[in-house]
């Protein structure tokens, strides 16, 4: 059982982030992943009667988490993929913001049941979105080894993804793998003593991107951003690892998640977007000692041109 006392997720880089809106009190605002609300509390605090926020998560246990603040709040349970549609619904054609802060909240790992941390002996779930239909069950034991090895390298950025999923295959030809104590025996013998814990951290990641389609949605929504976004408008990230790091450098920089550099006629670079620091930001040593979770995290911030 999951220990309510602990707090929900604790924001990340809470005041830079939402300092990079740059929030008019009037302006209208959206946070992709509301999950326990600290961002989106802090925009709140800046925006004034007539502002607007739109809160996006797909699980369902962030709506406890929900302000009273009706009518400049609208919660919206859904994968931040569909942003465009949510927004046309509610009859907004542009925003002045858009802020997400991406990777798993310390809810998912802190809750026993969910199967997302191995410090806990739980069934493989890993969804985001318990309503969804593919869980980590169905990838470790359902998926061919040499699927599993793509995603294992894709995902994982495992080096020895090949021989990882050779290691479940054989696990699970003598028995189903059901819990994460099960995977996790599977397949800490292939690591050195020393790295186990950050090498098995990479086989849960890569099954957790799986499950969740982690690439593909936050692609479909940093385009959404990008469109929605008026002149002047800002799309702040966090990011917690290489590969969505990557996405949304490309997206800031050239306007699509492949870094593809369009060009007009003249030969002049196209992009929606205008990076405004090549450097990015991270936790401070204070943060990092409070918040040890946040020590990978990096913020990304553009404007839309």
């Known amino acids: 059982m999951s220990d309510m006392t602990l707090p929900y997720h604790t924001p990340v880089l809470l005041h830079e982030s939402v300092d990079g809106l ?24 800046r925006l004034g009667p007539a502002g607007r926020l739109f809160g996006f998560d797909q699980d369902g246990d962030s709506e ?16 931040f993929r569909y942003l465009s549609n949510w927004m046309r619904y509610h009859g907004i054609d542009a925003v002045d913001g858009v802020l997400a802060d991406l990777g798993v909240s310390g809810h998912h790992f802190d809750d026993e049941s969910r199967g997302f941390s191995f410090r806990f002996d739980a069934p493989l779930d890993m969804r985001m979105n318990q309503k969804a239909r593919l869980s980590a ?9 040499e699927r599993l090895a793509d995603i294992l390298h894709l995902y994982g950025e495992l ?15 003598k028995a189903h793998i059901a819990t994460t104590a099960q995977l996790v025996d599977a397949v800490a013998k292939l690591f050195p003593r020393e790295r186990e814990k950050k090498e098995v951290t990479k086989v849960f990641q890569a099954l957790r991107i799986e499950v969740n389609h982690e690439m593909s949605a936050l692609a479909e929504m940093l385009t959404a951003a990008t469109e929605l976004l008026c002149s002047g408008g800002r799309l702040v990230v966090i990011t917690y690892h290489s590969l969505e790091d990557r996405i949304v450098k490309n997206v800031m920089r050239s306007g699509n998640s492949e870094g593809r550099v369009e060009q007009d006629f003249f030969g002049r670079t196209h992009a929606p977007l205008r990076p405004l620091s090549n450097k990015v930001v991270t936790p401070s040593a204070e943060e990092l000692e409070a918040n040890p979770r946040s020590r990978s995290a990096k913020l990304r911030i553009a404007e839309k041109a």
């Open 22 to 45: 740059a929030i008019r009190p009037d302006g209208v605002y959206v946070d992709v992943t509301f999950g326990g609300g600290g961002h989106s509390r802090e925009i709140l605090s």
């Open 64 to 79: 406890r988490n929900i302000p009273a603040d009706e009518p400049r709040f609208t919660f919206v349970r859904s994968n």
């Open 137 to 145: 069950d169905d990838v470790v034991n359902g998926y061919s080894e």
């Open 159 to 173: 080096h020895n993804a090949r021989r990882v999923a050779a290691a479940i295959a054989a696990a699970r030809s």
